[in-house]
Each structure stands twice: as C-alpha cells, then as structure tokens.
C-alpha cells in the first residue's frame, strides 16, 4: 500500500457454495478483508432467483450467468495490471493466453 491505496484481491472459489466449506469461505474472506479488497464474483443474492416460479428461473440463471461473466471479465482485466503474470483464460490448457480486453467479449 506504498500509494495509499488498498490492492484488490480477486477471490473465485467453489468453496462457498457446499455446505460444509461455506463458514470456511466466510471466515477466510472476512480475515481477507483486514488487508486487501474482496472482488468476488459469486457474491450474488440468489433468493430473488429461487422465489420465482420454476418456469421463469431458467432465463434468470442465464441473465445472472452473463451477468458474473462480464464482471469476471472486466475485474480480472482491470486487475491484470496490477500483477507481473497476466492471468490467463485457461491456467490447464497447453497453451496460456493473456485476457483479451473486455470489448473483445460478448
């Protein structure tokens, strides 16, 4: 924090979604918190989603789908600079490729 400003960290996990990591991905945040900023794309309310009756549910995970995917896309693109190893689309594929900027996506 030499500039004054907090860093970001961008946090991406499975584990808040089973029960039995979801107290361990909320304590790991919120220890997280105290030094850097949380961008977590999966932070989303989804009870709105859920109350709808069944057949209009499938569109709403879509729209929420996209919606994460923008976000992804843009957070880790604005945080690529900020590191010395641009992130990469696919970290097991044979070959690593820089993110595109966002206009580049649908």
Sequence with gaps: MAN???????VASPC?????????????????R???DIVDPWEEN????????????????????IKHYRR???VIFSLQSSIKSPP??????KS?????PPSQFP
Excluded at 50 to 65: M, T
Excluded at 88 to 93: G, N, Q, S, V, Y
Aim: a positive charge.
């Design 46 to 65: 989804v009870d709105p989603i859920l109350a709808l009756p069944a057949e209009q549910r499938r569109d709403s995970w879509i729209e929420l789908g």
């Design 4 to 10: 004054g400003k907090r860093k970001s960290c961008y």
């Design 96 to 100: 690593h490729m820089p993110l595109p």
């Design 34 to 36: 105290n030094y850097v």
């Design 88 to 93: 990469t689309m696919a970290p097991f594929a």
């Design 72 to 74: 992804s896309i843009n």
């Design 16 to 32: 808040g979604f089973a029960e039995s990591t979801k107290r361990w991905y909320k304590d790991l945040l919120d220890q997280l």
